[in-house]
């Protein structure tokens, strides 16, 4: 919430007694730099200044002053039936940022207005397809996530949520990731949201061009690089599950997934005449070089494994999907790029890839292994093969079968691979709830529309109260886990209730074909055992 001609931004609450008496707690601790810093604070008549950092700056204002209360400042509040408090708290950067002064009216009418000018935007949102409520609710959210000075879409909001309580998969996750791009992108193209869809493009553009190559795997909100990742091994961490991570070490991977996605953005763009990403095209023809110079090399995959690199089967085949989109843009635009050489790699990676990425009559982790991964059910909706090819429709019975958990309280929840196939960490993770939502997507093309509708609705039920949705769910309780709200899970709701009502609402509002273009995929024919 921002008031008019005042810097910075302000975060408002207003109470409303409807009933009887309730007591209620004001609590002011500030904790800069994660704890370790004291706050300086400043209580006045006006409201309470918080110097946090040298340059930031919290003032916190409401009906009463707040007292003195170590840690912290406090105030013990009664509100009755009829009654209304509002408090303010305003946060700035800069050397010096005036007391919140707001009157109780005001604040008020700031949030009326907020409210207001939520229901507006949510108002153009094109989407006629099954769980309206569920799809509106992730575009707010990833509305929510976006750094409005940058457009840049952040992960989630938090760091450190376990994804095993008590165990030590705690990230750091208030960056924005590269393998998010075309699945960001895509979404908000499709919702109507081209503002927002636009602005990301230009960020991703801009930022991946400023710090060269190789590529990092996830950057700044602001355009950011550098995030070492350190532990804070004097926080106990949320319900005891330490460490607590500052930074993330992933940042040096190679992930030649984030290369395709990439490309991937470029190309919807183009399907949806947006040029944004055109006009930087020498950048891109950089990044198809890359790649035909490199897919060759083993990688981290998109799920950053830390024990070895490894061919991963969906990594090749995103690098497949840049070498593919490039190829497409020149021969449609007339761009300059070396196509001849850029198709010659792409068959000989696709040949490669089916000789040595399947196993059974499906689709394997990686080169040489039988280990499944729920990213394999994406290679049908980048076009790598198609959705109802025989290897295709094995893959996702495959997936579906061998890594659901034992007792999950809904079908489509997946782990992204078993544990046991290995990654370098110790412990447990839940099901990686957007795993379930590119299965609703491979049984849509695969033509399974009532397995695919039947899934979702029973993965949108599992929202938290808000409708929310965290990186992972545990399978058996359906409690959520690890860092929360996630981009990465409300995006692939999204797109699989785009892909739905693609196919089924074909009235006005509904929602017009999902913006990957055509490619280079074709059905497979194969002899590998």
């Given amino acids: 919430m921002v008031f008019p001609n005042r810097g910075g931004q302000d975060l408002v609450w207003v109470l409303d007694g409807l009933d009887g008496e309730v007591e209620i707690e004001v609590v002011l601790d500030a904790r800069p730099s994660f704890g370790r810093h004291e706050a300086d604070l400043h209580p006045g008549a006006a409201g309470t200044q918080v ?12 009906p009463v002053q707040l007292r003195q209360f170590a840690p912290g400042l406090r105030r013990t509040l009664t509100i009755g039936a009829g009654e209304r408090m509002a408090f303010c708290l305003h946060v700035e950067v800069g050397a010096s940022a005036g007391l919140a002064v707001a009157s109780q009216e005001e604040l008020a009418a700031a949030l009326d207005d907020t409210v207001a000018a939520w229901r507006d935007w949510q108002s153009v949102i094109v989407y006629g397809g099954p769980a309206r409520y569920a799809v509106l609710r992730s575009a707010i959210l990833l509305k929510l996530l976006i750094y409005e000075p940058s457009g840049a879409v952040v992960a989630a909001g938090t760091t450190s949520l376990p994804e095993e309580i008590g165990g030590v998969r705690n990230w750091d996750y208030r960056y924005t990731w590269l393998r998010d791009a075309s699945f960001t992108l895509n979404a908000l193209y499709q919702l109507g949201c081209r503002r927002e869809a636009n602005r990301y493009a230009r960020w991703m553009c801009e930022v991946t061009a400023a710090h060269g190559l190789p590529l990092r795997v996830l950057y700044g909100i602001g355009g950011e690089t550098e995030f070492p990742e350190y532990e804070r091994d004097d926080l ?19 992930q030649l997934d984030s290369y395709g996605e990439l490309l991937d953005c470029l190309s919807i763009c183009e399907v949806l005449g947006d040029e944004v990403m055109r006009r930087e095209w020498p950048h891109f023809r950089s990044l198809v070089d890359f790649v035909a110079d490199h897919w060759r090399d083993p990688d981290s995959g998109i799920w950053e494994v830390r024990d070895r690199p490894r061919h991963f089967v969906h990594s090749k085949a995103m690098a497949w999907t840049a070498l593919d989109r490039g190829c497409n843009l020149v021969e449609a635009r007339g761009l300059a790029g070396d196509v001849e050489r850029w198709r010659a790699e792409a068959d000989q990676l696709r040949g490669e890839l089916v000789a040595c990425g399947v196993v059974g009559g499906r689709f394997g982790r990686a080169y040489g292994e039988a280990d ?24 996702i019975d495959a997936v ?8 999950a309280v809904a079908r489509g929840l997946l782990y992204r691979y078993r544990p046991e196939a290995g990654d370098g960490l110790p412990g447990q993770e839940g099901a990686f709830a957007i795993c379930g939502f590119w299965l609703v997507e491979a049984l849509a093309l695969a033509g399974r529309h009532g397995d695919a509708e039947a899934v979702f609705e029973g993965l949108c039920a599992l929202a938290g109260d808000l409708g929310l949705f965290a990186e992972e769910i545990d399978p058996v309780t359906g409690e959520q886990l690890g860092n ?5 899970t409300h995006i692939g709701l999204i797109n699989a209730g785009l892909r739905l009502a693609n196919h089924t609402a074909k009235g006005a509002g509904s929602a017009g074909p999902v913006a990957r273009p055509p490619s280079s995929g074709r059905r497979v024919e194969t002899d590998a055992p």
């Fill in 51 to 62: 110097i946090v950092e040298d340059d930031l700056r919290l003032n916190f204002a409401g």
């Fill in 236 to 254: 106990e961490g949320y319900r005891g599950s330490g460490p607590v991570r500052v930074g993330n070490g992933v940042e040096y991977q190679l």
């Fill in 372 to 395: 499944l991964d729920a990213s394999l059910l994406m290679l049908p909706v980048v076009g790598f093969i198609e959705g109802d090819d025989p290897l295709t429709t094995a893959t």
């Fill in 400 to 407: 579906e079968r061998d890594l659901t958990p034992e007792g």
């Fill in 484 to 488: 929360t709200p996630q981009a990465f």
